[in-house]
C-alpha cells in the first residue's frame, strides 16, 4: 500500500499530515506534480506541465489498495475503478456510489460557465479543513492497515 498525492494543486498543510500520517503507518507517500513545483518528498515524480501529464502518472503509479489524494474529481473517478480509496485535500471522501452524481454536477456546472455564467469558486482554506482531511486519511488508513 502506499499513498499518492496529486500535488499539483494540493495545499501543503495536507501534503505535510500525509507525511506524517503515513509516518505513523509506515507507508510510502509519493508526490507527483509538475516541474513548476517545489516539493521535497522522498519518491517525487516530476512531470512537464501538459494536461493531464500529472493525473496519468498518478493512475500508472496507483494499484488496488492505495489511498490517493486528488481534488481532480475525474481522476478520482478513474481510480476508484481500480480499487483505489480517494479523498479530497477538503477531507471529502470520494464515494463509487456517488462519484457519477459528481461528474454530471461538475458537466453541468462547466455547461452554465460556457453559456456565460458565473459559479462560486472554492471557499477560503481553514483550520478545520486541515482538521477535517487528517481524521478522514487516519479513518481511510486505520481502516485498510488492519
Known amino acids: 500500500m502506499k499513498l499518492i498525492v496529486d500535488a499539483d494543486a494540493c495545499p501543503k498543510s495536507v501534503l505535510q499530515i500525509c507525511m506524517k500520517l503515513a509516518r505513523d503507518y509506515s507507508i510510502p507517500v509519493w ?5 513548476n ?3 521535497v518528498s522522498e519518491h517525487h515524480v516530476v512531470v512537464g506541465n501538459s494536461s493531464q501529464e500529472a493525473d496519468i502518472r ?3 503509479l496507483a494499484q488496488a489498495g492505495d489511498v490517493a489524494v486528488t481534488q481532480d474529481w475525474g481522476l478520482a473517478a478513474m481510480l476508484l475503478g481500480k480499487g483505489v480509496h480517494c ?3 477538503a477531507g471529502r471522501e470520494f464515494d463509487p456510489a456517488k462519484i457519477e452524481f459528481l461528474l454530471e454536477e461538475r458537466e ?3 455547461k452554465f460557465r460556457r453559456g456565460g455564467g458565473r459559479t462560486k469558486g472554492p471557499k477560503k482554506r481553514v483550520t478545520e479543513d486541515d482538521q477535517k482531511f487528517e481524521a478522514c486519511l487516519q479513518n481511510i488508513l486505520t481502516l485498510i492497515s488492519v
Open 108 to 110: 453541468a456546472k462547466a
Open 87 to 89: 479523498l479530497s485535500p
Open 37 to 39: 513545483h517545489n516539493i
Open 58 to 60: 498518478v493512475m500508472n
Open 31 to 35: 508526490t507527483v506534480a509538475s516541474f
